[in-house]
């Protein structure tokens, strides 16, 4: 694109959402929008700019009349608001990356492929988890039921404002049962308690409220061989660096309808330029 890139944010005043934000200030290909969609009225200073925070219930206008305007917008708000903000995207023709996690990912696939446009949706932005959750994605290809009869233990570590399980887990489960151990997602062990997170995991005080540790554990049936996988992340400024990619990638495919990407399109166009 010869111009910049206009993006949108949806999750102000929320702090990834204003880490995205800031970044795409600090960009010399990309413009931030004068107004983000947030659950109540206010605003967000970025530098020069003052961006006005646009409660729930103005969304849809806001979205009818920054049509032509924005190019990509960037979600990350709220499990709750995933199937109801891409309704409104996909109606006002709007392509977005969403890296909310939560909400019905089916409905949410259908709604993308039914539309005019085309969106990212990513249960993580960070390149080396994209790298990690591809391992998986190949083994599952290649030796489905390799592992019938393993025990598998997941447990994850977030920051306590983070209400749902990790999406990554959760997409992760998928490639686990294909080799052989099916595994719900409410099995999955999840700490939000900031005493267990310092004592316990030895998570820095300072990243209690932004972190991401996993850990996937894999148990023969006699329990004589234990495979342990771990993807430790402090604070959020991998997930900044993968959004931006993100913005870049969608803002290049022009008038695609109907197509959902991954980070791992993303991953693979961006090999392709270095």
């Not at 977005?96 to 949410?108: I, P, S």
């Not at 820095?204 to 993807?231: A, K, N, Q």
């Amino acid at each position: 694109m010869d111009r910049r890139i206009m993006v949108m944010v949806a999750g102000l005043p929320g702090k990834m959402a204003t880490l995205v934000a800031q970044a795409i200030v600090a960009q010399k290909d990309m413009e931030l929008y004068p107004f983000a969609l947030s659950e109540v009225r206010g605003c967000s200073p970025f530098g020069q700019l003052t961006v006005n925070e646009i409660p729930s219930g103005s969304h849809a206008d806001v979205l009818e009349r920054c049509r032509g305007h924005v190019d990509v917008i960037v979600d990350f708000t709220m499990p709750t608001a995933v199937n109801h903000n891409a309704e409104l995207y996909c109606a006002s023709k709007i392509p977005f990356v969403m890296g909310t996690t939560g909400g019905d990912r089916q409905k949410l696939f259908e709604t993308v492929e039914k539309s005019d446009i085309s969106a990212i949706i990513a249960p993580n932005m960070a390149i080396p988890v994209v790298i990690f959750q591809a391992m998986f994605h190949f083994a599952a290809s290649n030796f489905p039921g390799a592992l019938s009869g393993f025990k598998l233990t997941v447990v994850e570590s977030h920051q306590a404002s983070k209400p749902d399980p990790s999406g990554t887990a959760v997409n992760l489960l998928q490639f686990f049962a294909t080799l052989g151990m099916p595994f719900a997602k409410e099995q999955i062990v999840m700490i939000r308690d900031p005493k267990v997170q310092e004592l316990d995991l030895a998570i820095p005080y300072e990243y209690l409220g932004g972190h991401g540790y996993h850990t996937y554990r894999i148990l023969s049936p006699d329990d004589t061989v234990m495979l342990e996988f771990r993807h430790n992340i402090l604070g959020r400024n991998v997930y900044v660096d993968g959004a931006l990619r993100a913005i870049r990638f969608l803002a290049g495919q022009g008038h695609r309808k109907g197509v959902v990407f991954s980070m791992a399109d993303v991953l693979r166009n961006s090999i392709a330029v270095w």
